[in-house]
């Protein structure tokens, strides 16, 4: 198994640029989670999908976030427009289930750097 | 909202000596689990807790979840290189919000 899947690995961008990331689950997972890390604010939980569905987007910062899950092997997050305080890393993980008790596998993150 | 508190921040030992960290919680859990995100490197999942008083072993690590499932500790006996990283405990919080600690900070002189 190939993991979860993220692209890019790292976007430098400029302030008032749209920035794209993209995620992969594990093929046959039901869950999804995007997570936003920084130094200040540690790891943050944005927003959550069971069965391509969002169940939990409290944690998205504003409306200049935004994320799809369009079918269960694709999800993206978008930031538009993008700001310095956006610069931060971003993963993505999947579970079997639901978020309770279920192991979450992350991948290897996107470093996004806004100038 | 319910919050965990995870203590020590940083923890700086020599090879060979002993490492514990601690998450507390004002309100009971249902969960809790732990992970492990080397430098550079994403979270991974090491275990899970459950039960009230519950003790858990993976060779060098023992994971505890506190009778009144409010706190849980990670102890790892003999550290080595291997073991550097950050360490970071996970809750839910209400039905279905996941919340991380803030992490501790593992570093080793070898």
């Known amino acids: 198994d190939a993991g979860v899947i993220q692209s890019p690995r790292h976007e430098v961008t400029e302030m008032g640029q749209e920035v794209t990331l993209r995620c992969k689950p594990i093929?046959?997972?039901?869950?999804l989670f995007w997570y936003r890390q920084t130094m200040m604010r540690g790891l943050e939980l944005l927003i959550y999908?069971?069965?391509?569905?969002?169940?939990?987007d409290s944690g998205m910062p504003e409306d200049r976030f935004s994320a799809k899950m369009p079918n269960a092997s694709f999800s993206t997050l978008k930031i538009q427009p993008s700001e310095p305080r956006d610069s931060a890393v971003y993963f993505c993980?999947?579970?079997?289930?639901?978020?309770?008790?279920?192991?979450?596998?992350f991948g290897p993150g996107t470093r996004l750097t806004v100038l | 909202g319910q919050q965990v508190m995870q203590i020590p921040q940083y923890q700086h030992v020599q090879e060979g000596e002993d490492f514990t960290t601690y998450c507390n919680s004002s309100?009971?859990?249902?969960?809790i689990q732990w992970y492990k995100q080397r430098p550079g490197g994403h979270p991974v999942f090491l275990i899970q807790?459950?039960?009230?008083?519950e003790v858990k072993k993976q060779k060098r690590l023992t994971f505890q979840f506190g009778e009144a499932k409010k706190n849980s500790s990670l102890h790892i006996t003999a550290t080595q290189t291997t073991d550097v990283g950050t360490y970071f405990c996970?809750?839910?919080?209400?039905?279905?919000?996941?919340?991380f600690g803030q992490g501790t900070r593992l570093t080793i002189n070898p």
């Open positions: 999908f069971n069965n391509n569905v969002p169940i939990d």
């Open positions: 996970r809750i839910i919080q209400g039905a279905q919000k996941l919340v």
């Open positions: 993980a999947s579970s079997l289930g639901g978020a309770g008790t279920d192991t979450q596998y």
């Open positions: 807790l459950v039960k009230s008083g």
């Open positions: 309100t009971t859990l249902s969960n």
């Open positions: 093929s046959g997972h039901n869950s």
